[in-house]
């Protein structure tokens, strides 16, 4: 009993959810909660408008609710200043601003891992293609952790940045920031974590964890889509070359040059999803308001469920999971196989018989399946508003498609 923790109550927060569906595909994309769905209404029904350029009072509004959404992300991750916390559209957009902001030449080294979601590994290997930069792959051990001995063997005095997966989409397995991040200083590079999977299930103190870039989405964490964030260390940010450049970037132009603006707006280029980030300002406020740990512990109440009622067929290898087998290394996530099933017919079987909702395929790490030569997984995860029951009933459903096989 997680003490004050009311799903069925959350639950009421979330209009879709009276379709009676089971919905465990909440690494791809949560739900929104009413109150997110008004705040987007609010500011299209009260003050449409941009911020930065006019000076009437709905511009003054947008301006004054977008720096409040700034505040409440910083106090989520603990930055120094709101100015550090940049709205980007989404995680994948935050790494490709620092990507191609770093200027990194011919033999710079980069370190990545072997579990990376494409987001993080092909802006690299296009760096690699076009600049002749060097992209190192950190190899996790056997059960899919983190193997700090190996990273530690690949960083050399050529290596500039390490850019690592925090909670990783494939199998839920953490990975030690906290480590990484010395050994990373310690050879005088510097760290982005990739927060998409960490960001909304776990507490993260950017400052604690000594982070250099922090990058995540609003659509994983209850916020609208289009929404994301990229953190950067103020001094970093400052000294940072622009990515997209245009009106909002600048303080002043002439025919032959142009003064830079100071951060955040430095990279904020263009007119904002103003509508978007004051949402997702709100899905920050709802979420501390139930408390990160609090739903990170739920999530493991769910998985464990899961993972108790069918370790019978995980004993009998009739069912595979991917990652480690103890469910505390794997947060909210139980991603899985069927022996002699395609991923893709069992997550239809689960949808058509139960309305639960799964991911199937290969959750856009195509490298770490493909080396592995699986085809792909079943993945399910939770989230604030999964019940116990939901658990058990999604067991049922997957002993019963083992039986047919
Ligand atoms: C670990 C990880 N990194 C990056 C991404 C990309 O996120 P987005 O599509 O919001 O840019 C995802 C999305 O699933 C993810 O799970």
Same mark, same amino acid.
């Given at each position: ?39 987007? #209404? ?77 987001? #993080? ?198 069912? #595979? ?85």
């Amino acid at each position: 009993m997680i003490f004050g923790y009311n799903v069925e109550k959350i639950r009421k927060d979330f209009p879709v959810l009276s379709k009676k569906i089971i919905y465990f595909d909440n690494a791809c994309m949560s739900l929104k909660p009413l109150s997110v769905i008004n705040k987007l #209404n609010e500011y299209y029904n009260e003050y449409t408008a941009c911020a930065g350029r006019s000076s009437h009072s709905f511009a003054e509004r947008v301006e004054t609710e977008v720096e409040k959404a700034r505040q409440e992300v910083g106090k989520l991750i603990n930055s120094k200043h709101s100015s550090e916390v940049i709205f980007t559209r989404n995680t994948t957009e935050s790494i490709n601003l620092i990507a191609n902001s770093l200027g990194l030449e011919k033999g710079d080294e980069v370190i990545i891992t072997d579990k990376e979601h494409n987001s #993080n590994l092909i802006p690299w290997l296009k760096l690699k293609k076009e600049k002749g930069i060097v992209v190192k792959i950190a190899e996790s051990n056997k059960d899919n952790t983190f193997n700090l001995e190996n990273f530690e063997r690949l960083i050399t005095d050529k290596t500039k940045f390490v850019s690592v997966v925090h909670v990783s989409n494939l199998d839920g397995v953490e990975n030690p920031i906290k480590e990484i991040s010395k050994i990373t200083h310690k050879n005088n590079a510097l760290l982005m974590v990739d927060g998409a999977q960490s960001i909304p299930h776990t507490e993260v103190d950017v400052r604690k964890l000594d982070i250099d870039f922090l990058c995540f989405s609003g659509h994983k964490m209850l916020g609208p889509t289009g929404t994301g964030v990229l953190y950067g260390k103020k001094e970093l940010l400052e000294k940072l070359n622009q990515f997209i450049v245009g009106g909002e970037t600048v303080i002043d132009s002439n025919y032959n040059d142009y003064k830079v603006e100071n951060i955040p707006m430095k990279f904020e280029a263009g007119l904002q999803d103003y509508a978007g980030i004051i949402g997702f300002g709100e899905a920050v406020r709802y979420l501390r308001k139930i408390g990160i740990n609090n739903i990170k512990k739920h999530e493991l109440k769910i998985n464990s469920l899961i993972t108790e009622s069918l370790s019978d067929l995980i004993e009998e290898g009739k069912i #595979n999971i991917i990652g480690p087998k103890e469910v505390e290394k794997r947060s909210g996530i139980f991603s899985f196989n069927i022996k002699g099933m395609d991923c893709h017919n069992v997550a239809k079987m689960l949808e058509s018989s139960k309305k639960i909702m799964t991911r199937s395929g290969m959750h856009c790490v195509h490298s770490w399946f493909n080396k592995k030569g699986i085809n792909g997984s079943v993945r399910v995860s939770a989230y604030l508003y999964n019940t116990e029951q939901e658990a058990i009933t999604f067991a049922e459903e997957v002993r019963k498609i083992v039986k047919i096989v």
